[in-house]
């Protein structure tokens, strides 16, 4: 065996590569890799997350980041960090002279500074394909093995088809939505499965087994945020197939056909437990809060879902009124809905205001949305550039986008921004993002150099 293939193989037979984007010393650089995993996949079963890993990870991470990552380390998510620690500061200290009583006894810093923990994972992925397509792949297993890691099992799952809302061991909401996710990235990576190459038979079934039960699982868990989130998620992504991705119009069809005919399956499978019905009947329960929205009746609009977040919406916009610059402070929306008439059934607040932009604006005024926004703005459009490059394949582009299109949607019917799963997504997907920006940020840099 030559020297080269001897390299390919030995390279093959490697899971995890490691970084030659930023030179981190090898022990420094795995115990970096285990912690981003254990927060990766910790939160999706009964263990949850231990705060000292947690703390350690971001502890590892920011040493690792401004040690080594001299290219980095003053990137835009970067300064977005540093802003975001003055404007939460700024937040605690006007509240702390307007309203004392309601002030902590600190800045909350870790209620934004938990949303750039995709730093030190995208220092781990390192913009290698491998590395994202492991990650990737173990997450969304994680994620398909909810009903058993977290869950009750085939229990769940039975009385779920029988009408019962399945939520897995969290919210039934942002269950639907990691559900929601993965169901996405198999129809991305469909040609991974089995368009890349021979076809294989086998890898058809599995990934056909796969995609309905992720169908079924959002359907059970009845979140209509993950359903009405996946139209035009999903459009864009046709858009994107038809319009951008360099396959044969043969190819494009078959996808096209496979993906509708597994549909057609879900639909009529779901049919037959009466599951269509059922959430149609939940859908159908909200008409009367958009009848009201329609005519401009909001005085009598009902308190069901819906109808809720219709209040929760009015609520939040009275609060960003009367502080829209550095907001309420930490939990700002549970502070806003502690009234009479907005109470849980057992007589306490909602945590947030089901938006998460609002929610934002709610704790920490325009200073908080705007780093939000440009968080994404810079997200978008690094990621474009890298696909520019050559660093992103088609179907990574295509997933990554669709994925935050679909996340972004989701926060405008629930605050998962600020909810563990959501803030766990939003790191996981600007963490792959990231990865592929800094890689095609440091290549520039040594191209520059040489």
């Given amino acids: 065996m030559n020297d080269t293939s001897s390299i390919r193989s030995t390279t093959s037979r490697v899971i995890w590569q490691g970084s030659d984007m930023l030179a981190i010393p090898k022990p420094l650089f795995a115990l970096l890799a285990g912690l981003a995993l254990l927060y990766s996949i910790l939160p999706l079963t009964a263990v949850r997350l231990p705060n000292w890993i947690e703390i350690l990870f971001a502890l590892v991470g920011l040493y690792t980041l401004f040690r080594f990552g001299s290219g980095l380390r003053w990137s835009s998510p970067v300064k977005l960090m540093v802003a975001s620690i003055v404007v939460l500061t700024l937040s605690w200290v006007f509240m702390l002279r307007d309203h004392p009583d309601l002030a902590r006894s600190g800045p909350s810093l870790e209620d934004f500074l938990d949303k750039f923990f995709f730093l030190f994972i995208s220092i781990v992925l390192a913009g290698r394909v491998r590395n994202v397509l492991v990650y990737l792949s173990l997450i969304g297993l994680f994620i398909i093995a909810m009903p058993w890691l977290s869950g009750d099992g085939f229990e769940e799952l039975v009385q779920g088809l029988h009408g019962q809302r399945a939520n897995f061991g969290i919210n039934p909401i942002r269950t639907g939505i990691l559900y929601g996710v993965v169901f996405l990235g198999l129809c991305c990576f469909a040609g991974k499965f089995f368009l890349n190459g021979r076809f294989s038979p086998l890898r058809f079934c599995m990934w056909l087994m796969l995609l309905i039960f992720t169908l079924m699982a959002i359907v059970i868990t009845q979140s209509r945020t993950a359903m009405v989130a996946l139209v035009p998620a999903l459009f864009i992504g046709m858009v994107y197939l038809f319009a951008v991705v360099r396959l044969s119009w043969a190819g494009k069809l078959q996808l096209a056909v496979v993906l509708a005919f597994v549909s057609l399956l879900a639909i009529i499978a779901s049919y037959q437990v009466g599951l269509p019905a059922l959430v149609t009947d939940r859908f159908e329960s909200e008409s009367v809060v958009v009848a009201d929205l329609m005519s401009g009746d909001l005085s009598d609009i009902p308190k069901t879902s ?126 792959v993002t990231a990865s592929f920006i800094f890689l095609n940020r440091c290549q520039r840099q040594k191209s520059q150099d040489g």
């Fill in 306 to 431: 819906w109808g809720l977040r219709v209040h929760f919406l009015i609520e939040g916009s009275k609060g960003i009124t009367e502080r829209p610059w550095t907001g309420w402070g930490y939990r700002a929306g549970e502070l806003i809905l502690d009234q009479e008439g907005l109470l849980k059934g057992n007589s306490d607040a909602f945590s947030q205001v089901h938006n998460g932009y609002y929610e934002a604006a709610l704790r920490y005024g325009v200073g908080g949305v705007i780093i939000v926004f440009l968080l994404f703005a810079w997200g978008f459009r690094g990621l474009w550039n890298a696909r520019q490059a050559g660093l992103v394949e088609p179907d990574m582009f295509g997933f990554l986008i669709v994925t935050l299109v679909f996340f972004m949607v989701t926060n405008l019917f629930d605050g998962i921004l600020f909810q563990t799963e959501g803030v766990l997504l939003f790191n996981i997907l600007m963490g």
